[in-house]
């Protein structure tokens, strides 16, 4: 079981104060990694790492609808840090409502956040990592919806498609360099930021009926594929997105 150990590594997760981000962090570091936490809020921030070792955490609050500032402070990261050796683009958000009418500014900030600030970060990971001479691992969060479609998130399922397709772009262009790259797309699950769907009666039994596995996800089976992607475990494997959704896409029933 080495195989899925980091021990000696240390990993970035974005969006890791909490929900999925914060599970993935926990996973990577009852694995042996270093955790570097970034995300919008500080105060958040500073609860999240109050979860772990002292001297096995870092935190960096940094709001990622302004990509720009990204590689800057991945920079700084690497050198507080020593090193970068995994890179999770976790942070996202969802705009619900009629394509129709998306206001064109709601669009561009949803754009940054769940897939331009995903490219501009792995960029500054891989010049780190090319620089040092030394492989890496980005796993980028994606979500089902990159994958079928369902009315209301249109620009969401842009973005997450977008995201499963600079995954296989990114995976071809660094495979030399050894940097892997993959990623993760969860199903409906269970976390704060989608109570108001789970705390929905209707819409918790229809995913439930529409799902082989007949549950939700809960934070830590998304964090489990993501760390299995991470590890030496999965050391042959780039270019890929990893479907964790309890058999719901294969089902013929779809999402409700």
């Given amino acids: 079981m080495d195989d899925f ?39 958040r921030l500073e609860e999240a790492a109050g979860r772990f070792a ?3 955490v870092w935190t960096a609050a940094l709001d990622l609808t302004q990509p720009e500032e990204a ?6 990261l690497t050198a507080e840090t020593g090193g970068i050796d995994i890179l999770v683009n976790n942070a996202g958000g969802i705009l619900r409502g009629a394509a129709a009418e998306l206001a064109a500014e709601d669009f561009r900030r949803l ?22 001479g030394k492989p890496g691992a980005i796993v980028n969060i994606s979500s089902i919806l990159g994958e079928i ?5 249109a620009a969401y399922a842009m973005t997450k498609a977008g995201l499963r397709q600079l995954t296989r772009a990114l995976a071809v262009e660094w495979a030399p360099q050894g940097i892997r790259v993959n990623a993760v797309a969860p199903g409906f699950t269970r976390t704060d930021l ?13 995913v439930r009926a529409r799902t082989p596995l007949a549950r939700w996800a809960e934070p ?9 992607l991470a590890s ?17 896409t294969a089902a013929m029933g779809g999402i409700p």
């Fill in 5 to 43: 150990r980091l021990d000696g590594q240390t990993a970035l997760v974005t969006g890791a104060s909490r929900g999925i981000g914060l599970a993935i962090a926990e996973v990577f570091a009852a694995a042996g990694a270093a955790i570097v936490l970034l995300a919008r809020d500080r105060r």
């Fill in 54 to 56: 002292a001297g096995r």
């Fill in 71 to 76: 590689p800057g402070v991945f920079q700084r």
């Fill in 111 to 132: 754009l940054d956040l769940n897939l331009t600030s995903a490219f501009f970060l792995s960029a500054a990971f891989a010049r780190e990592r090319i620089a040092a």
């Fill in 149 to 153: 479609a369902r009315p209301g998130v």
């Fill in 194 to 206: 989608t109570r108001s769907q789970w705390s929905d009666p209707g819409l918790e039994a229809a």
């Fill in 220 to 228: 830590q089976d998304i964090a489990r594929a993501a760390l299995f």
């Fill in 232 to 248: 030496p475990a999965a050391a042959f494997i780039t270019g890929q997105t990893l479907i964790v959704d309890g058999g719901l």
